[in-house]
């Protein structure tokens, strides 16, 4: 059984930091993509970064790159998403998923496998 868990949420002032991770069992990890997408409420879910397999390839959506920044250690199972100069719009539930596809895609219907989430809080 596949479980992904997010964890390293909270609530922060705007400027602030914030480090995510992303615990995977159940799959082969060095084997999937990883990605975070969020969500805001009212809003659909949206991409913000994916890694491929080995960590050498990364995709960020334009909102946040310079921002964020993913990574990922196979060693432990985890990936994370380092989240500095954070602003009010970066509210959201952080999703971490994984993917089978080769590439690091932003395309939601591509991860196969997602976590329930964890909340992040940007105070202005």
């Known amino acids: 059984q596949v479980q992904l868990v997010e964890s390293g949420g909270g609530l922060v002032q705007a400027g602030g930091s914030l480090r995510l991770s992303c615990a995977a069992s159940?799959?082969?990890?060095?084997?999937?993509?990883m990605g975070w997408f969020r969500q805001a409420p009212g809003k659909e879910r949206e991409f913000v970064a994916a890694?491929?397999?080995?960590?050498?390839?990364?995709n960020y959506a334009g909102s946040v790159r310079g921002r964020f920044t993913i990574s990922r250690d196979n060693a432990k199972n985890t990936v994370y998403l380092q989240m500095n100069s954070l602003k009010p719009e970066d509210t959201a539930v952080y999703y971490c998923?994984?993917?089978?596809?080769?590439?690091?895609?932003?395309?939601?219907?591509?991860?196969?496998?997602w976590g329930q989430g964890t909340q992040v809080t940007v105070s202005s």
């Open positions: 890694i491929g397999r080995s960590g050498g390839a990364t």
């Open positions: 159940g799959l082969t990890f060095s084997g999937h993509v």
């Open positions: 998923a994984a993917s089978g596809f080769v590439q690091p895609m932003p395309i939601m219907t591509l991860y196969n496998y």
